[in-house]
Every structure is written in C-alpha cells, then in structure tokens.
C-alpha cells in the first residue's frame, strides 16, 4: 500500500464547475499537507500548504484537512480552463526526515 | 529572481552509457531533491541533500548518485543508463527539511529517453 493514495483521473468538468480532488493517507506522522499544481511540461508550483486540521481558504481554492480519517482535499469553485493541469498532494512530518511524500496526481481538464 | 535550472531539457542517450543531468539553483537553499515522474507513480524521491558534502538515498536510487560539493549545485548522474529510467527527471530545492518553509520550488524538469 502506497503511503499516499491519489486518483489520477483524468477529470473532466465544464467550466463553472466546483472541482473536488482527494487524497488518502497511512502514515498518521504527517503534519504539513500541501497541492501543488502542475501544467503540461511544467516543474510543480505549490498551490495551498495547510498545518494539521482544518480549512484554509485563498480565493477560488480550498483545502481541507481531516487528520481522523487521513483524509485531504482540494475544493476548486467557479473552475477555469486555465485550471486545467495536474494536481499533486503531499505532505510530510517528522518521520523518516520530514521528506515530502507526494500522490501520484490528479490530471484535471476544465472545458471552455 | 532567484531560479533553479536544469540541463539539458531533453537527453536521448543509449543503454550503458553514463549521463549527467544537472541542477543549479539560486535561492541558497540547503535542500536539494531529486525526483523522477512517471505515469501512475507521480514524484519518486531518487536521492536529496541537505546540505554540502551530504547526500542521502531516497525511495529509488538504484543506479543514480549524487554530490554535493556546493550550495547550488546537485548533479545527477545515472552510472550505466537502462531503459526503466526514461523518465521525466525534476530538481527541486527548499529553505528548510520540514514546517512552514519547506516549500519545495522546482526547477523546469529534463526529459531522458534511454534507447
């Protein structure tokens, strides 16, 4: 079992839309949880970093953390064709270094 | 700004051969990771460094190695190329192992092909 799990997708929405991407998690070491965003042939760029539990919020993206469940997620509303791109989870805590451990991605497409 | 770069941007090489790929980075970060990327694996940790002269192995670094001779630099080199390692290879560098500076920034990634 991967240490994180994350559904590649692709996802496909019309534009408007409220996106959803998730994450599990074994490892109950992880404090800092991160999204980075990705677009094609691209390095990824961090996106939202969140601490422990909770909701953090900036503009058209949320991040949620639920620590009981090993559970993150990433809320895109009003969702954009420039939106469109790959979307990794991470996080990292302090075990094994704090090495970030990342998910596998999710491709999103938001249609125009 | 600062930057982190990568060269070359795209490598063919053949099976055997020894390559190269560096990495240069201008934020003075003490962290350097290497990261290769591949369908339905996302990032795999190769090998990092958390400061000069140390250098550690990640999740898969069989036949890759790294050096560390200065703050900015963190080449990777593959000893005898083999086709499992056509991959999409990323550098990246962050200011602190863990907390709320470890943000990673990545450098633009190199595409090896190994014929």
């Known amino acids: 079992q991967k240490e994180v799990e994350q559904d590649p997708g692709p996802l496909s929405v019309p534009e408007g839309a409220i996106v959803s991407l998730n994450c599990t998690y074994s490892?109950?070491?992880?404090?800092?949880f991160m999204w980075y965003r990705q677009y094609s042939r691209k390095g990824p760029e961090l996106l939202m970093y969140t601490y422990s539990s909770g909701n953090k919020e900036d503009g058209r993206f949320t991040a949620q953390v639920d620590k009981s469940s090993k559970y993150i997620s990433l809320f895109i509303r009003d969702s954009q064709p420039s939106d469109s791109a790959t979307y990794l989870c991470a996080m990292s805590g302090n075990t094994g270094g704090f090495k970030t451990i990342f998910g596998a991605g999710t491709r999103l497409f938001v249609k125009a | 700004d600062a930057e982190i770069t990568q060269s070359p941007r795209h490598k063919i090489t053949e099976t055997g051969r020894q390559v190269t790929l560096a990495c240069h980075q201008t934020?003075?970060?003490?962290?350097m990771f290497w990261y290769r990327q591949d369908l339905g694996h996302g990032l795999r940790l190769i090998h990092y460094?958390?400061?000069?002269?140390?250098?550690n192995k990640g999740e898969v670094s069989d036949g890759y190695s790294v050096s560390r001779s200065n703050t900015e630099d963190l080449p990777l080199t593959l000893e005898s190329a083999a086709s499992s390692q056509t991959s999409v290879y990323f550098c990246?560098?962050?200011?602190?192992?863990?907390?709320?500076?470890?943000?990673?920034?990545f450098g633009p990634g190199t595409r090896l092909t190994v014929l």
């Open positions: 990246a560098s962050s200011e602190s192992a863990g907390g709320p500076d470890n943000e990673q920034f």
């Open positions: 460094s958390y400061g000069v002269h140390d250098t």
């Open positions: 934020w003075n970060h003490n962290n």
């Open positions: 490892n109950s070491a992880f404090q800092y």
